[in-house]
């Protein structure tokens, strides 16, 4: 078997790092609603926030508007600060409205918000009163979806860290893969690892509650999301093994990705060739047309998803583009190490955000495609850069070798636009 991974003698994993503790501009964790509430299909997100959250949520969510909405917001009021005992009673209340009118919610999360007034009200000691008040039929979790935090894609970490505790035990070896993923991906990657042979594959977070994971000593944690830092401790702390990986964008990932299943699992690499060949030609060839396009160009990273690292190295290794600065809110190194190794010496990496000096590197160095937030793309649009909005690459089907073509595609729609207008 030969599962070792083709290390870069020159890669990135130790290389200095930018530190910047600056202003940044990134969304809040309430934006994890967004996907986790249509991966979920008997949870509903209970937002306890500020007519804020609400609008936030109203204006990202706005675009699918559900007969029955699986979130909403509870408002606190400032004058809610004038007695906590009615903030849980007002909480209650809500709960107690919500689940007579929806007998199909199984999971409740109370997700907190960063006003100080909501920060004030202990919502695990309501989330454990509801729990005894509705249990066997309802779990009620709560975490933080608070904008204190650094980044959008933490509300997916601390939404399924929430869930480690509760997980039932089991001693039966499994690979369970974590992250919340499009269902369809969901299945192609599954039916890989289980062509594979690995006989129990299993997913957190799961579609419906009843098919929660089991978790235990004998289970192998195969992670699909590089944001989920608190959620693998926490699958440690109960046990679990947890294997790295590069993370599974584009050809070259997918099969690290299951390259490190298969070594886990003692698949040999006879069976590994005959199952990943197919689709591995099938992700070549669809990078290859797109990367027509982005071969030799330059791009861009500012901080934001945390997706930047992976994906910096799908760019380059795979698309043929020059990464200049990578930029990702914070560097969990046991979760994108194998990224960092593969990506070349002379990528700059760097990590929280000054934004205005950043954006100083940015135009001195004229990246062809700059991939950033909502709130710098059109500025940076009107200054002649092409953007690349990073919070689509969360949004949209990216990982797994069917998808390889559509990433690499994502990147090379902003450049051909812009060659289209110059002609
Ligand atoms: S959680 Fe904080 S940052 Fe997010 S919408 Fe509410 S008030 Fe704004």
Request: hydrophobic share 45%; net charge negative.
């Amino acid at each position: 078997m030969n599962h070792a991974l083709p290390v870069q003698a020159h890669g990135c994993r130790n290389a200095p790092v930018l530190k910047e503790r600056g202003q940044r501009e990134v969304f809040c964790g309430l934006t994890g609603i967004i996907w986790l509430h249509r991966k979920m299909q008997d949870a509903f997100f209970l937002v306890v926030g500020s007519r804020t959250c609400a609008h936030l949520l109203q204006s990202a969510a706005g675009v699918m508007i559900f007969a029955e909405p699986r979130f909403g917001t509870a408002i606190l009021e400032e004058t809610d600060l004038a007695g906590m005992a009615d903030a849980h009673d007002e909480l209650d209340r809500e709960v107690a409205r919500l689940l007579a009118r929806r007998p199909d919610i199984r999971q409740l999360f109370l997700v907190g918000s960063c006003p100080s007034e909501v920060i004030k009200l202990d919502l695990s000691r309501a989330a454990e009163r509801l729990t005894q008040t509705y249990a066997p039929n309802v779990r009620v979790l709560n975490f933080s979806g608070s904008g204190i935090e650094t980044t959008f894609t933490q509300g997916e970490d601390a939404c399924l860290a929430s869930m480690v505790p509760v997980l039932p035990e089991t001693q039966d070896e499994q690979l369970l893969v974590v992250g919340a993923l499009p269902d369809i991906v969901e299945d192609q990657l599954t039916k890989l690892l289980s062509d594979l042979g690995i006989s129990v594959v299993r997913s957190l977070p799961s579609r419906r509650s009843s098919e929660d994971p089991g978790v235990g000593p004998e289970t192998t944690v195969l992670v699909a999301q590089p944001f989920l830092g608190d959620t693998v401790a926490a699958l440690a702390g109960r046990g679990a093994k947890v294997i790295q990986a590069p993370f599974p964008f584009g050809e070259e990932g997918t099969t690290l990705w299951l390259r490190a299943a298969a070594g886990a699992f003692g698949v040999s690499e006879t069976t590994f060739n005959a199952v990943t060949e197919a689709p591995r030609a099938r992700a070549r060839k669809a990078v290859k047309a797109a990367a027509q396009t982005l071969s030799g160009k330059s791009v861009f990273f500012f901080p934001d998803s945390q997706l930047e690292i992976p994906l910096a190295r799908f760019l380059s290794r795979e698309c043929g583009m020059q990464a200049l600065e990578v930029g990702q809110p914070y560097i969990h190194k046991g979760l994108v190490g194998p990224d960092m190794e593969l990506l070349p010496p002379e990528t700059q990496l760097s990590e929280g955000q000054d934004v205005d000096l950043q954006l100083d590197r940015c135009r001195a160095s004229r990246p062809d495609l700059t991939v950033c937030g909502l709130g710098l793309a059109n500025p940076l649009e009107a200054e002649g850069l092409r953007t690349k909005w990073a919070i689509e690459l969360v949004f949209s089907p990216v990982h797994g070798y069917e998808q390889a073509g559509d990433l690499a595609a994502l990147f090379a729609r902003p450049i051909r636009r812009r060659e289209a207008l110059a002609l």
